[in-house]
Every structure is written in structure tokens, then in C-alpha cells.
């Protein structure tokens, strides 16, 4: 079985930082692309930000340019390194990965549960 598992939500001022964490474990080939979305109460997800496999990056607003996300194929993590946090940023932030579960299988995406990330004014 794959599993994804997010940390670091938390509860910050705004203007601070936090960090996220994506770890991969199970039944893994390859994980391929990777990404963070958030999602608010009612709404779509949405991307911030994506990494694929050789570490190119593309950020989404409202991220840009305060957001940094990092990979490590060997680990099979990710993180984002959220700065200058707004109270707009509060949402439930999801890490996605696209895996293949078996030797020059298809990619399939992989949800994790969800961090909550609430920014106070």
C-alpha cells in the first residue's frame, strides 16, 4: 500500500513561516512528480506549487514568490517552505504524488490527509 503523510501545519502570525512535509512510504517503484495544494471549506483544490523528478519547480499564485518547494528522490519526501504567510494561506494543504507501484507501470496520484495551516492577522 502507498501512503502519503503531510506534518508541519500548524497555527502561525502572520507574516511568519512554516514548513511542510510530505514523507512516501509503501509499495514503491518511482515517485514521479510531486506537488502541494490547498483547499478552503467549499472550494476546489488548488495547486501552490510542483516539483517533477530532476527538481523543476512551478509555482502558482498565491505562492510565488514566498513558497519553496524541495524534493528528495532518495527519501521520497518533499517539503514546502511557506514565508511571509498571509491570513488568505489559512487552508488544508495537501501533498500529491504521482507513484508507480510496480516495475514500467503507469503513474497513478497519490493524496495524502491533509495539514491544516491556519495564518492569525
Known sequence: QVQLVESGGGLVQAGGSLRLSCVVSGNVIIVGGMGWYRQAPGKQRGLDADI?????AQYKEPAKGRFTITSDNDKNTMTLQMDRLKPEDTDVYYCKAKIT??????YDDY???GT???VSS
Not at 52 to 56: A, V
Not at 101 to 106: E, K, L, Q, T
Open 52 to 56: 517533477t523528478r530532476d527538481g523543476h
Open 101 to 106: 507501484a510496480v516495475p514500467d507501470g503507469d
Open 111 to 113: 493524496w495524502g490527509q
Open 116 to 118: 491544516q495551516v491556519t
